[in-house]
């Protein structure tokens, strides 16, 4: 059993920081990649950021330059510092694990809960 816990959430001012941060636990024998994607009210769940296991990143146009991943293999964990936050980023944020869990396993998917982040003007 996997489990994927993310946390950092929250209201903040326009211009503000927040740092997210998503922990996987269980039966796990390689994460292959974490990151985040994000949903608002209405629209599609996309692509914010991720990382893989040799910590190469990809980061949608619009949080680069102002969001920044990084992990901690010993910890199976992944952070995502979130600076100069604007209005538009508000959205459910939901943490996103590519994790074998055993040397024979092929690679699966796993989502962590969601937290939500408000950025007001």
């Known amino acids: 059993q996997v489990q994927v816990v993310e946390s950092g959430g929250g209201l903040v001012q326009a211009g503000g920081s927040l740092r997210l941060s998503c922990a996987a636990s269980?039966?796990?024998?390689?994460?292959?990649?974490m990151g985040w994607y994000r949903q608002a009210p209405g629209k599609q769940r996309d692509l914010v950021a991720l990382?893989?296991?040799?910590?190469?990143?990809n980061y949608a146009d619009s949080v680069k330059g102002r969001f920044t991943i990084s992990r901690d293999n010993a910890k199976n964990t992944a952070y995502l510092q979130m600076n100069s936050l604007e209005p538009e980023d508000t959205a459910v944020y939901y943490c996103?694990?590519?994790?074998?869990?055993?040397?024979?396993?092929?690679?699966?998917?796993?989502w962590g809960q969601g937290t939500q982040v408000t950025v007001s003007s």
């Open positions: 996103y694990t590519i994790i074998q869990t055993s040397a024979r396993d092929a690679l699966f998917k796993y």
């Open positions: 990382i893989t296991s040799g910590g190469v990143t």
């Open positions: 269980g039966s796990i024998f390689s994460i292959r990649t």
